[in-house]
């Protein structure tokens, strides 16, 4: 997962310029996935989302997640919303 996140992020990064980009962050115990998010802290920013038990669940915590995500945006009066 974190070369597909570090792929991910620079893309995005390159993509949006200087928008903000907001990354939910549900606690990965992957180390890469951690030394990604690490590396990226200074043009992103984390926000802890659910980091419940998966077990049983198809997409993990996937719905709550988003949630958060569109809770965070609406709060912050932002017009628009891309999740990737």
Partial sequence: MGKTLDKCLSSTIKMCGELPIIVIDDQS????TR???????RRIERISGENGEKAGRRHGNLYGNINLA??????RGYEYLMMI
Avoid: F, G, N
Avoid at 35 to 41: A, D, F, M, P, T
């Fill in 29 to 32: 115990d992957d180390l890469v």
């Fill in 70 to 75: 569109c809770a965070y945006a609406i709060e």
């Fill in 35 to 41: 030394s990604v998010l690490k590396s990226y802290e």
